[in-house]
């Protein structure tokens, strides 16, 4: 059986000011493969968004590990940590985060470019064609409806091939990692990792 692609071992996250220490995340333990996903549930404020931050190294543990696709991310520098976020991790923003002044083509090319890849307008292109935006190459976000916009941003996210993909599928083997409040699409992943005041209640005693 191969590696798992997520390893998160008793993670926790605090954060101090001067009226104390908060407890954000409390000694999370889980594992993920290939091609699973996960949905991470919760109310507000249980500390999902602080989980999947530290998933993708953007943030640093108080104390745990996080091993994704083999590597200790924090083991590793800022500057470690954000090559093997390029190479293994796509992110869909709910705003879509797209740049106004570059056209979907020039959007779905910019982490192609910042790679150093060659071939980053023809491989943008045909990402986009699979996302069904073939005609839509040289508009501008502007112009795009709401759902072509997240078209683009998913084909941005694609275009790297990344083994976790913070938000959308398994059509290239990815693994697939999401926050969100609606049932129906938590229920639609592999698993629930159920958050509650910093605690993975899955990994409580019954």
């Known amino acids: 059986m191969s590696e798992p692609i997520i390893v998160v071992d008793r993670l926790t996250r605090q954060v101090s000011d001067a009226t104390g220490t908060l407890t954000i995340l409390h000694d999370i333990s889980f594992t993920l493969n290939a091609r699973e996903s996960a949905a991470i549930v919760g109310a507000s404020g249980s500390g999902k968004s602080t989980l999947l931050g530290l998933l993708a190294g ?55 470019e910042l790679a150093g890849a060659r071939d980053a307008r023809s491989r943008a292109t045909e990402m986009l064609a699979r996302v069904g935006l073939a005609e839509r190459l ?65 990994a409580l005693p019954a």
């Open 58 to 112: 953007l943030d640093v543990p108080t104390t745990g590990k996080v091993l994704l696709a083999g590597s200790d991310l924090f083991a590793l520098d800022e500057d470690a940590r954000a090559a093997v976020r390029a190479e293994r991790v796509g992110f869909v923003f709910q705003s879509f985060q797209l740049l106004a002044h570059r056209t979907a083509l020039e959007n779905v090319m910019l982490p192609l």
């Open 138 to 202: 040289g508009h501008y976000p502007r112009v795009l409806s709401g759902g072509e916009q997240q078209r683009v941003a998913l084909a941005r996210a694609f275009v790297v091939r990344p083994q976790v993909l913070f938000d959308l599928n398994r059509e290239v083997g990815t693994t697939l990692v999401l926050v969100t409040h609606d049932t129906a699409i938590a229920a639609r992943c592999d698993r629930q990792l159920h958050i509650e005041a910093g605690r993975l209640l899955d």
